[in-house]
Each structure stands twice: as structure tokens, then as C-alpha cells.
């Protein structure tokens, strides 16, 4: 498979169609990115690499941190923490208040913004020094000790809080927050701050190759095969909020988006492969990257199914 052939080719057919995705703005940090970057670099079990566009530029990976929070999470915890949050799909936006109310402040998965913020408080408990223990895991997983969190960003989300703030609020009045409401919001903006490039991040997410074998990372971030594959099974069902059957639809691999424009996807024993386009369609998903991975396993003939 020539996969370098493959992305190059993915780049010029997605950079003549036409773009109705915008920057997201909520948070004004990432409203300053220029729309129009677009990178990708997949990363074989084999040891070989490949890229095009600005795969090695760093950017806010916002809701993509989930998946590695999660798994450090089930590292330390194992599947108690499935007592305060649920596996199943959404169907409503990632910040939806209405659907927390209706069920008692148990978030329906971990990848909505109500799930990852009760796995921050999780972590919150069981790290020592949550916010480096936390990056050095993300470090360890990816074999970089240069990424680091994005302050700019950081404080920027923690200005514009209030719905987060709103949905970790009504799950500590429900009983599944145990720590300060502004503490948990401190950790949880931190960890979507990272800025990570579409090289660092593919690697990242070797640790969900399956299983063991396949992993570039350092020893630290390993996941045992049980893990991987339920996180990989959450990412195909859950990975892109109410998008998440048209991405199993049109792309057929395990994934997760990020308002920052990236996303990431597994091909278990195959490969990982990021991709950034700033631009967000709809539903918070890269317009550009979306039709980029739609391209790759077309291309490839190959997905999961």
C-alpha cells in the first residue's frame, strides 16, 4: 500500500471542495487559528510514517485528550468508574444539559464534556499532581517530552466556562462530582488545552493498536488488550457525538474529533492516523478532516467492517 501516495492525493481532492465549516469561536483562542491549515500523518504498525500539509504544526486538541484521559483512567481504576458515567451513544450535542438532567447527572459516555469532566474527577483523586502526572502520560504515550499544556488556551476556557460550568454543577448537586466545581474545570480546560501535531498524536495513539505489541510508546502508557479494545469501541460508537454513526457509516474506524480541527482514527494492528483542518461543520466536527478519512479507508479499501 503506498500510503504516501494515498494522503497526497487526499490533500488535493479535499482542498478544492467547497468549505462551509467555521473556526470555533467559543473559545477565542482558537478563533485566531488560520482555517486554512489541513496536516495528516499516519503511523504504521510497522515502524514507517507517513505525512503531508502541516502534520508536524501543534495545535489545541481539545476533546481528542478524552480518549487518553479515559484510558489513564481505567489504568488506575478499572471498570469501577462505569459506576458514574454509561457506554452508550448520546444523540444529543457534547454539551447537552437536558439529557444530564433527565438521567440523575450520570453522563450517557465519557466523551461528551458531563463524562470527561466526572473522569477529571476521577483523576483529580487518584494522580498525586493531576496536571503533570496527567501530561506525562499523554507525553509517555506519544514518546515526546516536548508537548505541553497551551496556558492561552487554557485561560481562555476557563473565562468562557459557563456551560461547562453549568454541567459540573448539576452532577456535584447529584452527588457525581466529589471535588471543587472550579478545580475540576481547571484540570478539565488544562487537559483539552494540549497542543499537540497530527505526528504527535498519531503516535499517541498507537496505545490503542491492540495490544501491547503493536504500541510505540513508553512502557508507562501501555494498555492491556481489554482496555484497548473497549476504549476502541467507545470511539466507534461515541467518539463523535451525535456524528458518530455517520462517522462509523462513512469512515468504519475507531475515532475522536476535537473543536480544534483534529481528528484522530485507529485501524487496530494496522495503523493510527491524525488529521487537522480548523474548520468545524455542524455538529463540531472538521468539515475538512472528516472527508480526508472518508477518503483514506475508501482509498485503502480497508476499515474495520
Not at 458514574?84 to 454539551?95: A, K, L, T
Not at 466523551?111 to 477529571?120: E, R, S
Not at 505526528?199 to 510508546?217: E, P, R, V, W
Amino acid at each position: 500500500m503506498n500510503y504516501q501516495i494515498i494522503l497526497e492525493e487526499i490533500a488535493a481532492e479535499t482542498s478544492v471542495l467547497k468549505n462551509s465549516g467555521k473556526v470555533a469561536t467559543y473559545i477565542p483562542e482558537l478563533g485566531k487559528v488560520d482555517p486554512g491549515k489541513f496536516g495528516i500523518y499516519l503511523q504504521c504498525t510497522d515502524g514507517e510514517s507517513y505525512a503531508t500539509g502541516d502534520s508536524h504544526e501543534r495545535f489545541s486538541i481539545q476533546s481528542i485528550s478524552k480518549v487518553l484521559s479515559l484510558a489513564l483512567t481505567l489504568k488506575l481504576k478499572g471498570n469501577s468508574i462505569w459506576q458514574r458515567i454509561g457506554v452508550e451513544p448520546s444523540g444529543d450535542p457534547f454539551n447537552s444539559l437536558v439529557q444530564l438532567e433527565y438521567e440523575k447527572g450520570i453522563p450517557r459516555n465519557p466523551f461528551i464534556n458531563a463524562g470527561a469532566l466526572v473522569v477529571a474527577d476521577i483523576l483529580l483523586t487518584e494522580l498525586k499532581n493531576p496536571k503533570e502526572d496527567f501530561l506525562q502520560f499523554v507525553r509517555d504515550a506519544a514518546g515526546d517530552q516536548s508537548i505541553n499544556y497551551d496556558e492561552k488556551v487554557a485561560a481562555s476556557e476557563m473565562e468562557h466556562k459557563f456551560r461547562n460550568a453549568a454541567l459540573t454543577h448539576l452532577m456535584k448537586d447529584f452527588g457525581n462530582i466529589n471535588h471543587d466545581v472550579d478545580t475540576v474545570l481547571d484540570f478539565y480546560f488544562h487537559q483539552c488545552s494540549i497542543a499537540m501535531s497530527c505526528k504527535q498524536l498519531a503516535k499517541a495513539f498507537t496505545i490503542f493498536l491492540n495490544y501491547g505489541k503493536y504500541d510505540l510508546s513508553k512502557e508507562a502508557a501501555i494498555l492491556n488488550p481489554m482496555l484497548a479494545k473497549r476504549i476502541n469501541a467507545l470511539m466507534i460508537t461515541c467518539g463523535f457525538y451525535d456524528e458518530s454513526g455517520e462517522f462509523a457509516f462513512s469512515i468504519g474506524l475507531p475515532g475522536k474529533s476535537g473543536v480544534g480541527g483534529g481528528i484522530v482514527a485507529v485501524h487496530p494492528r494496522h495503523y493510527s492516523v491524525a488529521v487537522w483542518s480548523p474548520p468545524l461543520n455542524s455538529k463540531g466536527n472538521s468539515e475538512r478532516g472528516m472527508k480526508a478519512l472518508e477518503l483514506l479507508t475508501t482509498k485503502t479499501e480497508q476499515s474495520v467492517f
